[in-house]
Nanobody
Framework: QVQLQESGPGLVKPSQTLSLTCTVS??????????WSWIRQPPGKGLEWLGA?????????NPDPSLESRTIISRDTSKNQFSLHLSSVTPEDTAVYYC????????????????WGQGTQVTVSS
């Protein structure tokens, strides 16, 4: 059973960088053909895919101009973790942030991912 657990600060000030880490157990983040994603849900809105890192280390990002230039996803294979860094945050980045994984592709519009973390609330406020 694959388990994912998000961690990081729950409060970030505007203009700072939001950094979250997803710790994976039960499988390796280098397992062939698996993609490890970050997804968020702002209050009162739907799910939004931010990006993913593939089993071999390739990155994929949401092409929305308001996100792509601010998003970096990295990994630490020795710790079986992958991380999200979202820079220059504003209150509009307030959301529940999830890490998730699915085999085959980095993005699924139906959000039918195989495994999800429980999610972590991040609030952007001064």
């Amino acid at each position: 059973q694959v388990q994912l657990q998000e961690s990081g600060p729950g409060l970030v000030k505007p203009s700072q960088t939001l950094s979250l880490t997803c710790t994976v157990s039960g499988d390796s983040i280098t397992t062939d053909d698996y993609y490890w994603s970050w997804i968020r849900q702002p209050p009162g809105k739907g799910l939004e895919w931010l990006g993913a890192i593939a089993y071999e280390g390739s990155n994929y990002y949401n092409p929305d101009p308001s996100l792509e230039s601010r998003t970096i996803i990295s990994r630490d294979t020795s710790k079986n973790q992958f991380s999200l860094h979202l820079s220059s945050v504003t209150p509009e980045d307030t959301a529940v942030y999830y890490c998730a994984t699915r085999q085959g592709a980095p993005y699924y519009s139906d959000f039918e991912y195989d495994y999800w973390g429980q999610g972590t609330q991040v609030t952007v406020s001064s």
